[in-house]
């Protein structure tokens, strides 16, 4: 069977695959992305429970591998009468581990402003809220963006592993193909290039402009 | 089915636990060394003179990079055969956990060269210092508190994605809580248990990683932060 063959008669599965890949991508992103806003800016609190709760959430997450919190939200959580779709697992799995990881960014992110900004924000008679929102957060986003960017493509790669839980993504498709056919070689190798694809030439381009256009805000022409 | 924690069975399974666990760090040590190794073939590529060299390696490095780790391991494991050569799943594992991480080691290898203030090298041409002497003396021992930090980290994150080599049968940790829980029906005892060793292991392992940093850092006479 040559390559064409095989793309031709696999090739509709294996993209079916792919746009599940990019649901749980996007989803997953989304809700890293606001699980690090809150718990970086806990991490930061003078609360000391909050802070408290904040660390013990991001040591935690950091600390135990992904694959077992995967397994731990799809399959133990039932025993406490919460029974997610896999789907869902997947998604707060992932969006709970990495928002862990990018909870240390955000935070390294604002104690990276200036001083300065802080202080003149204030001596100027900003209120708490403008100065968080005019002053810092256009500041945060040049610096928290490259390494969120690094992080995103770990994402991207992470989502590899819902298909562990039986969430019928490109790997779980690859996998699928492989035990029917036998053609190692073809369904990995396809699988493996879609994921360098989409990671080089949608997701990188993507949290590049991103970059681009948060350096531009405040003024930097970056990059 | 009872429902709630069962310290008996917890009990029970946490022998076979504790041996997986050895296998687990064992892996986790042998791929590191691995990596470690592949990550220097990778720096050499790209600071060869030759373009093209550089340019392969880069896009390899690239590929690898952007690539999850499991269908990575399903690609050696399953593909290596059809060309004739068989692996253990062990073996497998190891070579492409080592192949993976390296990428990213050798990219923490050519931060912490190009950590090196570049005056030290025009200084050691002016002291007529030979290349080798140079990097000997002069260069490694100031790149090498740089690489510390992302070399324990790549540490700690092979460990915790030993659990991947599972999917192909490597007897990890991972593997015995699955073997069990499926033997039994009861996951939650065997996954929180995997949980719990994982916590208590990789913590304590990211704080002697930050300790090693500061402690590197006082040894070169510098004191951050």
């Known amino acids: 069977m040559t390559y064409f063959e095989f793309l031709n008669e696999h090739g509709v599965t294996l993209l079916l695959g792919t746009v599940t890949t990019i649901k749980v991508l996007v989803c997953s992103m989304i809700l890293y992305v606001i699980i690090s806003?809150?718990?970086?800016?806990?991490?930061?609190?003078?609360?000391?429970?909050?802070?408290?709760l904040a660390t013990v959430y991001i040591e935690f997450f950091r600390g135990t591998s992904l694959l077992v919190q995967l397994f731990w939200a799809y399959y133990v959580l039932p025993f406490f009468g919460i029974s997610l779709e896999a789907f869902t697992a997947g998604v707060v799995a992932l969006g709970l581990n990495f928002g862990a990881y990018g909870a240390e960014i955000v935070r390294a992110g604002i104690l990276a402003v200036p001083k300065g900004q802080w202080e003149?924000?204030?001596?100027?008679?900003?209120?708490?809220?403008?100065?968080?929102k005019r002053i810092i957060i256009p500041q945060i986003f040049p610096i928290i963006l490259p390494p969120a960017a690094n992080l995103t493509v770990e994402l991207l790669k992470a989502t590899a592993l819902v298909a562990l839980v039986t969430v019928v993504d490109l790997t779980f498709e690859a996998k699928q193909i492989n035990s029917i056919t036998w053609l190692s070689a073809q369904c990995f190798g396809t699988a493996l290039l879609i994921y360098y694809i989409i990671a080089r030439f949608a997701l990188v381009p993507f949290l590049r402009w991103l970059e681009v256009l948060a350096a531009r805000k405040i003024g930097k022409e970056r990059i | 089915m009872e429902m709630g924690w069962r310290w008996d069975f917890t009990l029970e399974i946490l022998p076979q636990m504790a041996i997986a666990t050895?296998?687990?760090?064992?892996?986790?040590?042998?791929?590191?060394?691995?990596a470690l190794v592949v990550g220097l073939f990778f720096l050499l590529g790209q600071r060869t003179p030759f373009k093209i060299i550089n340019w392969i390696n880069r896009e390899i490095v690239e590929f690898i990079r952007s690539t999850p780790l499991l269908i990575q391991l399903f690609f050696v494991y399953f593909v290596l055969p059809q060309f004739g050569i068989t692996?253990?799943?062990?073996?497998?594992?190891?070579?492409?956990?080592?192949?993976?991480?390296?990428?990213?080691?050798?990219?923490?290898?050519?931060?912490a060269l190009e950590g090196v203030s570049k005056t030290q090298w025009e200084a050691c041409r002016a002291l007529n210092f030979s290349t080798v002497y140079t990097y000997r003396?002069?260069?490694?021992?100031?790149?090498?508190?740089?690489?510390?930090?992302?070399?324990?980290n790549y540490l700690v994150g092979i460990f915790k994605d030993t659990p991947l080599l599972s999917t192909i049968g490597v007897a990890e940790l991972f593997h015995a809580a699955t073997a069990v829980g499926g033997y039994n029906y009861r996951y939650l005892e065997p996954y929180t248990i995997v949980g719990v060793?994982?916590?208590?292991?990789?913590?304590?392992?990211?704080?002697?990683?930050r300790k090693l940093e500061k402690d590197v850092n006082k040894a070169q006479g510098k004191i951050k932060k």
């Open chain 1, 37 to 52: 806003m809150i718990f970086g800016l806990m991490r930061l609190s003078k609360n000391l429970a909050v802070q408290g």
């Open chain 1, 120 to 132: 003149a924000a204030h001596a100027l008679n900003f209120t708490p809220a403008k100065r968080i």
């Open chain 2, 22 to 34: 050895l296998n687990t760090i064992l892996a986790a040590g042998v791929g590191y060394a691995i």
């Open chain 2, 87 to 111: 692996l253990s799943a062990w073996v497998c594992g190891m070579i492409t956990i080592g192949l993976h991480f390296g990428t990213y080691l050798s990219e923490v290898y050519r931060g």
């Open chain 2, 137 to 152: 003396r002069i260069v490694l021992p100031q790149a090498f508190p740089i690489a510390i930090p992302g070399m324990g």
């Open chain 2, 197 to 209: 060793i994982f916590l208590t292991l990789s913590i304590p392992a990211a704080m002697w990683v």
